[in-house]
């Protein structure tokens, strides 16, 4: 799942203004809420695919798989991991899966977590490891286990018609369902307007309350887009409105609410 603004490292442009990671790793880059973070890419080469479409997604839209594009196997990964965190003069705080689409679609995806967790312990005990994921993907048992294994859970809950902010139709009641089968999560909630919706709206915001109150997040993350989206007709909404929205989350959850 593509980062918050606030966990975005340096990338290449696409012609739109979205851009791709160029490979499996990226950065070290500060995050305001994580510190310093390392990330983890794990979709193939000069492809974005996620099991989401989302119009303001940073890496654009979804493409097809590019012609002769692999997944990275689960040695591929761990190997960059283990010589990125020897070359490094200091360690960063988080290795977080992110990256050019949903991390969970990886075809090895729980392979992959034991060994990046494999390397994290041998080399950089003190490094914690986080994945940003859409969850869609966390009622497969093998996936939600592997989810558990990891430090932070960082989910996608966005207010508005799912249809149109994630780009899919899906029954968010029981994507909320699955995600109460993880360990604590934090969930990121993008706010955005577009043509025909606002995820600012009451209406968007009443429903999204509902599901964060079932839910039951360790923290909830609210923002709006800071860069270019894939669809140039979305809009951030204003940050006097997102720090309202915030308010009302406070209201129904027992953790952190910030925005960024
Ligand atoms: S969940 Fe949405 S924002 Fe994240 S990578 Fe997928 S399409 Fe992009």
């Known amino acids: 799942m593509e980062p918050s603004a606030a966990l975005r490292p340096p990338g290449r442009p696409d012609g739109d203004g979205t851009f791709l990671w160029e490979g499996i790793i990226n950065g070290p880059v500060r995050s305001r809420r994580l510190g310093a973070s390392l990330g983890l890419n794990l ?14 997604c940073e890496c654009g839209f979804n493409t097809p798989k590019a012609p002769g594009a692999r997944w990275p196997s689960p040695d591929v990964v761990a190997d960059a991991l283990a010589k990125t965190l020897e070359r490094l003069e200091r360690l960063p705080d988080w290795v977080t899966f992110a990256g050019n689409g949903e991390p969970t679609m990886h075809p090895r995806f729980p392979v992959v977590v034991a060994r990046v967790l494999e390397v994290r312990d041998r080399r950089a005990p003190g490094v914690r490891v986080a994945v940003m994921t859409n969850g ?24 508005g018609p799912v249809e149109r902010v994630n780009g899919v139709a899906y029954d968010r009641a ?25 995820g600012a709206s009451d209406t968007a915001i009443d429903a999204w309350l509902a599901a964060l109150a079932r839910l039951e997040p360790k923290a909830v993350q609210v923002y709006s887009i800071a860069r270019p989206p894939a669809d ?29």
């Open 174 to 198: 029981a994507v909320v369902e699955q995600l109460r089968g993880l360990e604590a999560v934090t969930v990121q909630a993008m706010v955005v307007e577009g043509p025909g919706y606002s």
């Open 136 to 159: 869609l993907a966390a009622g497969r048992e093998a996936v939600r286990a592997a989810l558990n294994r990891v430090d932070e859970r960082l989910v996608k809950l966005d207010p």
């Open 232 to 260: 140039a007709e979305v809009r951030p909404v204003a940050r006097a409105r997102l720090l309202e929205i915030a308010a009302r989350a406070r209201r129904v959850v027992q953790g952190r609410v910030e925005v960024f």
């Open 43 to 56: 979709v193939p080469p000069r492809s974005k695919l996620c099991s989401f479409n989302c119009p303001y």
